[in-house]
Each structure stands twice: as C-alpha cells, then as structure tokens.
C-alpha cells in the first residue's frame, strides 16, 4: 500500500501548484484524506482534509481561500490546488489516509503517509 504524491517545485509568490496524490495497492475510497507540511525546523501541520466522497473539506486559516483540496475516487487520487503561494507556504508537502471516513484535522488520526513533495516559493 502506498501513497505517492507529485508536483511540487519551485514556483514564484503568487503562482499556483497542484499536487496529486495517487494510492496504489488498495483503495481509500472509504477513508478521509489530508495534506500536511513540514517546513525546516518546524512541525508537521495541517493543511486541508477531505472526507470520502468531497462532500465535507476543511483548511487551516493560512490557507483558506487559496488551497482547494478535492478528490477522484475512480482515481484513487486527491488533489491540493495551491493559489497565491507565498514563502511562507514552503515545505515539504505529505499526503495521508486517515483512520476514519470524515475530513480530519488531527494528524494522530492518520495511518498511511506518502513520501512528501517539495514546495518551494521564491520572493
């Protein structure tokens, strides 16, 4: 089971990134899925969660109304669309399946990590 997450880089504030994140080995159609980031130094924090089937998302304040998190099941993939990114967004990005079907906040409730995509914004 793994979850592999693409397209990070380096982008220039203000641009836009959209990272996927694919499953492979079984599905998570039934569970909540999450973004997380770590920048140097710092913990792993909370971006945005979506619940099994997109009806219910949830951000953290940085990034609401810039970040959109979706996904496609047929696709076995979720999705964060970044918009208006700034230095401070720079991290590296982590997808993670949860425990439970809703869109969780709490990283302990996460079981499945991917490996992380690097995010870098210039100024």
């Known amino acids: 089971v793994q979850l592999q997450a693409y397209g990070g880089g380096l982008v220039q504030a203000g641009g836009s990134l959209r990272l996927s994140c694919v499953a492979s080995?079984?599905?998570?159609?039934?569970?909540?899925m999450g973004w997380f980031r770590q920048a140097p130094g710092k913990e792993r924090e909370f971006v945005a969660a979506i619940n099994w089937n997109g009806a219910s998302t949830n951000y953290a304040d940085s990034v609401k109304g810039r970040f959109t998190i979706s996904r496609d099941n047929a696709k076995n993939t979720v999705y964060l669309q970044m918009s208006s990114l700034n230095p401070e967004d720079t991290a590296v990005y982590y997808c993670?399946?949860?425990?439970?079907?809703?869109?969780?906040?709490?990283?302990?409730?996460?079981?499945?990590w991917g490996q992380g995509t690097q995010v870098t914004v210039s100024s």
């Open positions: 080995g079984r599905t998570f159609s039934n569970n909540g």
């Open positions: 993670a399946a949860s425990l439970g079907s809703a869109a969780i906040m709490d990283r302990r409730l996460y079981n499945k």
